[in-house]
């Protein structure tokens, strides 16, 4: 018979001791966790909602002049355009806004502005606006366009 001595039982002992500890200390970690999944986002709704009641409603059309360049006595330049506003719908507006948008034609960009407001915009009305000065650049080509707001009725 063969003898073992205890130092090296104990070493062995330890160590399936050890292995068994650490096999009883990781068994938890690989599992799912207990908190629930979060649902997805639903769609994002649009960021602008507008509600309009049911029944008679204004609507707008608007045009306008192709920009009239003029000079100044210091040789600086301005603009004259001029709008017709009609309200083509069967309803009158309150609080209708004109914004009148000089356009540089080379960039796109809005080089001046000139906002009026109109209280009361009976249906079938319509109304011409000129507008003087729109400040630009002399050595510029521009456009003219006109944006059309309004309270619900």
């Known amino acids: 018979m063969q003898d073992v001595s205890l130092p090296g039982k104990s070493l062995v002992i330890l160590l399936l001791l050890g292995c068994l500890v650490g096999a009883v200390a990781t068994a938890g970690c690989t599992g799912t966790s207990a908190v629930p ?18 029944g008679p409603q204004p609507s707008f059309s608007a045009t306008v ?7 100044r006595t210091d040789t600086s330049c301005y603009w004259i355009v001029t709008g017709t506003v009609i309200n083509t719908g069967d309803a009158p507006a309150r609080n209708v806004v004109i914004r009148f948008m000089l356009i540089d034609d080379e960039n796109g960009m809005i080089r001046s502005t000139e906002t009026l407001l109109a209280p009361q915009f009976q249906a079938g009305e319509t109304k011409i606006f000129t507008i ?3 400040p630009g650049d002399c ?12 309270d619900i009725p």
């Open 37 to 54: 999944e979060v649902p997805p986002p639903e769609a994002t709704p649009s960021a602008h909602i507008t509600y309009s009641p049911p």
């Open 65 to 71: 002049t192709a920009p009239e360049k003029h000079f």
């Open 132 to 134: 003087d000065p729109l």
């Open 139 to 150: 050595d510029r080509a521009y456009s003219a366009e006109i944006a059309v707001t309004h």
